[in-house]
C-alpha cells in the first residue's frame, strides 16, 4: 500500500511523552499493536512534516477531514 492509497483500515492513534523521556507514537488496529519511540528533537521534525503535509493537502482541496481510515485518540 504507498502512502496515497485509500484504505478501509481503522486504527487509534496515541501520542505522549514515555517516563524514559522520549515522545512515543502508538498505533493500535487489528492486528497492529506498534509503539514508535522518538526522542524530543526527532519529534519536532515529525510534528514540521506532518504541518507541511497538511498545508498541501489543504492546497490539493482535502482541508476537511481525517486522514484514511484513522482515527486520533488523546
Known amino acids: 500500500m504507498g502512502i496515497d492509497k485509500q484504505s478501509e483500515l481503522a486504527a487509534n492513534l496515541q501520542i505522549g511523552p514515555t517516563s524514559l523521556g522520549m515522545v512515543r507514537i502508538y498505533v493500535e488496529g487489528e492486528g497492529v499493536d506498534l509503539p514508535l519511540d ?6 519536532d521534525e515529525i510534528a514540521e512534516e506532518l504541518r507541511a ?7 490539493m482541496g482535502g482541508g476537511a477531514g481525517g486522514g484514511a481510515g484513522a482515527k486520533k485518540k488523546r
Open 38 to 43: 522518538f526522542d524530543p528533537d526527532e519529534a
Open 53 to 59: 503535509a497538511a498545508v498541501a493537502a489543504r492546497a
